[in-house]
């Protein structure tokens, strides 16, 4: 079942408003940065409407080309074109009696915004090569990653359609915006997408929570979820680390880490999250000389012999267990300017 993830006073404002427009056959428009969820949201509104039982069709607008848009909307009949070999059915045709969604209505040429703005008014079209007029019986929901006003007040997008579009507005916050349901949608995703890896990750450690509620996420829920996709496959424990996440966010780590008179390098109880505990204790142990190790040559900056005469263990044994934890303790080493 598709539904909205989190708790924040954002998400909830949306929730409310998708529950409002749902049951009535209006059209609606999208508004939000890339990978905030907008086709998530129209999902949702074919899911609560009464046209649920009918087709969701997606239609990406800036892929449509000029010489296609009539028949790629309308559909064509057989011989209307040369190439034309059989009757197709064009998009409108293929949402009957469901949800037509138009996503990145503002990528569309005006040649295509034309086209729907006619469909739009008449509530009909004809497919390419015919007389006989059809009904369009489906419900429209289109999105924009724009500001669509500032489009029209660009001369970028037609005023008539922005009106015809825009009866019912639902903009989707950017997730820097939501910080708050950023642990939500992360143990969501973790609980979805680990059993995919063969992994079991049970939570974040407070390294990657403290770097997750300070970056900005330019890409919003997206670039979150790719980021946990990515951390899964590279992380070998069962609680995500830092250094299971991307070089860019690796970067913000705490800049004290590797500073010998800083608190930040003294390994403790609070640096582990309670998931811990409900690990076994060879688990437990391994998660703990995993974090030790990669702590102990971030002060060390690298230097292999001294991380041993501090670890108490030889050269040897320090190689031995760097490479079983799959530790590179090249990444620790300072760099110099040349």
């Not at 059993?195 to 970056?215: A, C, E, H, M, N």
């Amino acid at each position: 079942m598709i539904r909205l993830i989190g708790e924040s006073n954002e998400i909830k404002e949306v929730q409310t408003l998708i529950e409002k427009v749902a049951p009535i056959d209006v059209q609606v428009l999208i508004t939000g940065e890339t990978g905030t969820g907008k086709d998530l949201v129209a999902r949702l509104i074919h899911e609560k409407s009464n046209r649920r039982k009918g087709p969701f069709v997606p239609v990406n607008c800036g892929a449509i080309p000029d010489s296609l848009i009539e028949s790629a909307l309308f559909g064509h009949e057989k011989g209307a074109f040369t190439g034309a070999t059989g009757r197709t059915k064009g998009f409108f045709e293929e949402a009957h009696g469901g949800t037509l969604f138009l996503d990145e209505i503002s990528e569309g040429s005006f040649a295509l915004q034309t086209a729907l703005l006619r469909v739009l008014q008449e509530e009909a079209f004809f497919k390419v090569g015919s007389t006989k007029q059809c009904r369009a019986n489906c419900r429209i929901i289109a999105a924009s990653n724009r500001n669509i006003k500032a489009e029209v007040n660009k001369g970028n997008f037609r005023e008539d359609l922005y009106f015809r579009l825009n009866i019912f507005e639902i903009k989707m916050p950017p997730l820097r915006d939501r910080a708050d349901d950023i642990f939500a949608l992360s143990e969501y995703f973790l609980k979805k997408t680990s059993k995919k890896y063969g992994k079991t990750i049970l939570g974040l450690s407070k390294g990657v929570k403290r770097i997750f509620k300070s970056y900005h996420w330019p890409g919003n829920v997206r670039e979150l979820f790719h980021v946990l996709e990515r951390a899964i496959i590279v992380e070998n424990g069962s609680v995500l680390s830092p250094l299971s996440l991307p070089k860019y966010l690796q970067d913000k780590m705490d800049p004290g880490l590797g500073n010998e008179n800083t608190n930040n390098n003294r390994i403790g109880p609070e640096e582990y999250d309670d998931t811990i505990y409900q690990l076994p204790i060879t688990e437990a142990k391994r998660i703990f000389e995993k974090r030790y190790l990669e702590r102990l040559l971030a002060r060390t900056r690298g230097n292999i012999s001294f991380a041993a005469t501090i670890a108490g263990i030889r050269r040897q044994n320090l190689y031995r267990k760097l490479e079983q934890l799959k530790i590179d303790p090249t990444r620790f080493r300072k760099k110099t300017n040349k």
